[in-house]
Each structure stands twice: as structure tokens, then as C-alpha cells.
């Protein structure tokens, strides 16, 4: 549909306030670019062969953390590659994962279940404690207030630029997790507010939220069996959320594998996220493909979850486009 057309059609069928905006946003969508395919990120040193998720990364894009097999590794960039992967300073010794950085750098949350009173072998399955950047490193895990931590399980966290965090937990033991914001205010943790996108009977986890709180990436799955989580991008509409819009097959792919674990690059319009899937074997193929489909295998295509990146600009830009065409 060309860009005359999209406006003809807002302005003929007369929608107004939301709906406008996103038909303004299918119409811009029409127009932008297609995503380009994700490619796996920093194969067989990130992405390595065991279960890696959640990168996290200093303000300057020069440091990540991220989670394998429930512990928190930290590497450095130099040029275009990683060092071998080190054991935070502040995880080893409890099943951690799920690192966020504020975007200033100035703290990071993490998953945990370390206990958090004395004399306990272990914490909630799933708590979320914090971290403060200091001049030699970082300081001594602290436990999120009982206004975050609300039970046994409380995961996924995401820093907006405020300090405000997002999270997912469950209303109750048989609802589907929700996401949650809580806002920061005077050094305080406010009593956490859910986030709705529509759809009572979905399951939503795993928020991205840009630090400016103008969009949020976030997994999605309706209930049933043969379900599978899929990542969808919302932007602010008000005082809430503007309708999810599915990052289609080229990032969430097809069949039984989820995709999930959002998280944003210090560039704030690359999207990181997991998911098992593998490169595709080809037959027939030459003998250097054979040696090179084991080599891949042996680095990193095992099944196992690994870290895949792709531009969101492809979005955004629509986001942007959509408000400049002209509302009758």
C-alpha cells in the first residue's frame, strides 16, 4: 500500500484517538523496510554450548553480563569480539540469571535464589536483588524490598531510565504470569502496577522496556497446547499500551521452539533474545560444509538456547513515521 493510500484510508474510514494510531502504524509498517533475518550473537564465545540468555550491557556497550545455566558471566568487547567469559564477582555460589542493567550503568537486578535471612540454605526459587556499580567494582547483593518481592516468584526484570522497574510474576498460583511496573520514587520501590495489552488469557513475560518507557518488547503466548511464546513490540499510547504487534516469522520463527528472554543493546534498537533453534543441514553438501556444519554444532548449534540479535529499526522507524502522517 503506498503512503498516499494509508492516509486516504485513515482519513476515509474515520477512525479516531487509538484507532487512528494504529491504523496510522500498519500503514507506516507497510512502508518500512522488512527486518533483516537475526543472526546469532558472538557464536561459541556468548553463544556458546550451553544455555545462554539475557545479555545486559554496560552504558558504554563495552562490558555484557548475561546468564548460563543459572550463573551470571560478565565478558569485555574488544573491536569486534568478546573475551572468554568470566563468573561475575557477584554470582557462582546461587542459581543466578536474568541480569539487567540500569541504562546509566549505575546498578544492576538480577534473578537469585539466594537466601536473604539468616540461618536459610536457600531463598524464593525466584527473587530479585540489585547490585550498585562502586569505583572498584560492585557491592554486596541487596534484596528487593517486600513491594517487588512479593512471593516465591518474581522474574525477568527490566530498568527503564527513571529507575523504574518492570517484572513478571503471577496474580496467583494459577493465573498466567503478568507484567509489572513499579516506579522509583525518592530511592523507594512503589507498589507494582499490572501492565495490560489486551488479552486477558495470554501469558506475558520477559519485558524490554526502552529507557524512555516510549516502547517494550515482550514474549507472549495464548494458552493451549502446542503453544509457544512469541515476541511482540508494544508503544506507549497514553497512559498504557497501544496494541502488540508480532515481530512476525523472521525473528520469532516457526514451529515448536519459543522465543523469548527480550532484551534491548546499549544502541536501544537492537533486540537480543533465546531461542534453541538451530541452523538448517543442507543435503547434499560438500565435504568442507560437512566440517564446517560439525565445527558450528561443536561451538554452538547444539539445540541448547543461545542468543540471537536483530535490528528493531524496521519498527521504529514505522512508530515514527506513523505519527507524521496527518489525523483528520
Known amino acids: 500500500m503506498k503512503a498516499m493510500q494509508c492516509i486516504e484510508l485513515c482519513v476515509r474510514t474515520g477512525v479516531l484517538g487509538a484507532g487512528l494510531i494504529l491504523t496510522q502504524l500498519a500503514c507506516a509498517a507497510d512502508r518500512a523496510q522488512p527486518p533483516a533475518a537475526p543472526a546469532i550473537f558472538a557464536p561459541g564465545v556468548i553463544s556458546g554450548p550451553a544455555n545462554d540468555a539475557d545479555p545486559t550491557f554496560s552504558s558504554d556497550g563495552n562490558t ?11 565478558a569485555q568487547r574488544d573491536g569486534d569480539t568478546w573475551s572468554a567469559p568470566r563468573i561475575a564477582a557477584f554470582s557462582g555460589q546461587w542459581a543466578d540469571q536474568q541480569p539487567s542493567m540500569a541504562p546509566d550503568g549505575s546498578f544492576l537486578v538480577f534473578v537469585s535464589n539466594r537466601p536473604f535471612k539468616p540461618g536459610e540454605l536457600t531463598g524464593p526459587a525466584g527473587n530479585l536483588w540489585r547490585v550498585n556499580r562502586e569505583a572498584d567494582g560492585w557491592s554486596a547483593p541487596v534484596h528487593l524490598p517486600a513491594t517487588v518481592n512479593r512471593g516465591n516468584s518474581t522474574w525477568a526484570p527490566s530498568v527503564a531510565g527513571d529507575g523504574s522497574l518492570y517484572f513478571i510474576e503471577r496474580a496467583s498460583a494459577e493465573a498466567p504470569f503478568r507484567l509489572w511496573r513499579s516506579q522509583y520514587r525518592d530511592g523507594q520501590y512503589q507498589m507494582p502496577v499490572a501492565q495490560f ?4 488469557r495470554t501469558q506475558d513475560v520477559d519485558p524490554a522496556v526502552a529507557p524512555d518507557e516510549s ?13 509457544h511464546e512469541r515476541l511482540l513490540i508494544a508503544f506507549r499510547h497514553g497512559e498504557g499500551w497501544g496494541a502488540p504487534i508480532d515481530l512476525g516469522q523472521a525473528v520469532n520463527g516457526s514451529g515448536a521452539t519459543d522465543t523469548n528472554e527480550a532484551r534491548l543493546g546499549p544502541d536501544r534498537q537492537t533486540l537480543y533474545f533465546s531461542t534453541d533453534r538451530s541452523e538448517p543441514i543442507r543435503f547434499p553438501r560438500t565435504r568442507a560444509q560437512a566440517e564446517a556444519d560439525l565445527a558450528r554444532i561443536e561451538r554452538w548449534d547444539n539445540g541448547n538456547q543461545n542468543i540471537w540479535r536483530v535490528s528493531l529499526l524496521p519498527w521504529l522507524d514505522a512508530a515514527r513515521a506513523a505519527t507524521t502522517i496527518p489525523a483528520r
Request: charged content about 5%.
Open 215 to 227: 516502547f517494550i518488547v515482550f514474549g507472549s503466548m495464548l494458552p493451549g497446547p502446542n503453544a
Open 197 to 200: 495489552f489486551g488479552d486477558p
Open 64 to 74: 555484557v553480563y548475561f546468564s548460563r545455566n543459572s550463573t551470571i558471566l560478565s
